[in-house]
């Protein structure tokens, strides 16, 4: 028996400008609007209090996530919610705001810290209703039940697993992807192709993901360096989206690997783009996977390629396609040092992405790939 969790999901270009009508619809008292300062300079943030106030809402803002969004983000987002008597939140952005916002509601509903909460299955208390407006492809945080934060103290990234934290809406506008750059378009991307791989090769993977997964690197090959070569071509951006919230639906359901918990490691303790270190590190774990999954890689293969070679082509092909698109840099690349791979392994470990991996990946083997990933 297998269960399938998804939000609520609003697919297409301008359907930005439904938010309000949506979040009327649960007849909030007032709505806490969760982004960041890109995001507002963007314009969307503006655009959906808009939506909002034109539905006859009341509103307050919080624009203060971080890239990376920490528990300070988090605690002074809880005290906003609850000063202003808010009972529906409404994220607007890319990742960071979205797990911002999961995390302000779980806190402001249960009163506890949010460091508590860290792991899978820790939430008891569910958050207020969370309405997400997505203005990046790739981070799936809008269908997930993940949030990660950053916590500066320990100086690593928490990642919170819940299926009470998978958002009640979640309102997918391809255009608002126009105003990422080049960069930013490729590195989620990857990011996306990584919830793909792992996704696909999890023990927790199902017919009910299979799916999600290989459309969606099959849409990634297809369209990822249209949509980072020109900005502007709606349909590589608007497959793009598409391909992002198929990745997103089946690492939801079936889980990550042993990259997302080396990645999310690296985030915590650089700041680095952590979708940077998942595409440093995508062939190197492929290659540490490969004998205990060599049949699902050749099904990736040909839903990417179109064809099947084996473990070298595939690694080949990703690297061919990294090259392109001018995202070969390794570790080193995004300010990771040697120096630091004994303490990120050390976090990685302990991350709960390492649970569904198929091949048992320990404290040396983390570290083997993180000095291969240099
Ligand atoms: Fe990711």
């Known amino acids: 028996m297998r269960k399938f969790i998804s939000p609520e999901i609003i697919f297409g270009s301008g359907s930005i400008e439904l938010v309000g009508q949506h979040a009327s619809n649960l007849s909030p008292r007032r709505v806490l609007v969760v982004s960041d300062a890109g995001v507002r300079e963007a314009g969307w943030t503006g655009s959906v209090e808009a939506s909002l106030r034109n539905s006859g809402l009341d509103l307050s803002t919080y624009d203060r996530a971080s890239a990376n969004p920490c528990v300070e983000d988090v605690v002074r987002g809880a005290r906003r919610y609850l000063d202003d008597a808010c009972d529906l ?18 806190m402001a509903a249960s009163g506890m810290d949010v460091r508590w909460f860290e792991g899978m ?44 934290l998978v958002p009640d809406l979640t309102v997918i506008d391809p255009a608002t992807t126009v105003t990422m750059d080049a960069d930013l378009t490729t590195y989620t991307g990857m990011d996306a192709l990584a919830h793909a791989f792992e996704s696909y090769i999890s023990n927790a993977s199902s017919p009910l993901t299979y799916l999600f997964a290989l459309e969606a690197v099959k849409l ?12 502007k071509d709606m349909g590589a951006r608007e497959q793009m989206m598409l391909a992002s919230t198929y990745a997103g639906l089946a690492f939801s359901n079936a889980g990550l690997g042993p990259l997302h918990a080396m990645a999310h490691s690296i985030g915590g303790f650089h700041d680095a783009m952590y979708q940077q ?16 999954a060599e049949e699902r890689y050749l099904r990736l293969e040909v839903a990417m390629f179109g064809s099947a070679r084996g473990k070298g082509p595939l690694i080949d092909l990703l690297g061919e396609l990294r090259r392109d698109l001018g995202a070969d840099g390794g570790l080193e690349s995004i300010g990771v040092r040697r120096g630091d791979i004994h303490r990120l392994s050390e976090n990685a470990i302990h991350d709960p992405c390492l649970a569904t991996n198929p091949r048992p990946a320990g404290r040396k083997d983390v570290e083997e790939l993180y000095e291969r990933a240099m």
């Open 220 to 231: 990634i090959a297809e369209n990822l360096p249209s949509a980072r070569q020109d900005p």
């Open 89 to 106: 939140v409404v994220a607007v952005g890319g990742g960071s705001p979205i797990d911002c916002a999961k995390a302000i509601g779980i």
């Open 277 to 292: 270190a998942a595409c440093a590190l995508l062939e190197h774990v492929i290659e540490f996977n490969h004998p205990c």
């Open 121 to 164: 299955d820790r939430v008891r208390v569910p958050g207020p209703p969370l309405i997400c407006v997505l203005t990046t492809a790739g981070s799936s945080a809008d269908v997930s039940p993940f949030a990660v934060i950053t916590d500066r103290e320990g100086r690593k990234k928490m990642t919170i697993i819940n299926r009470l």
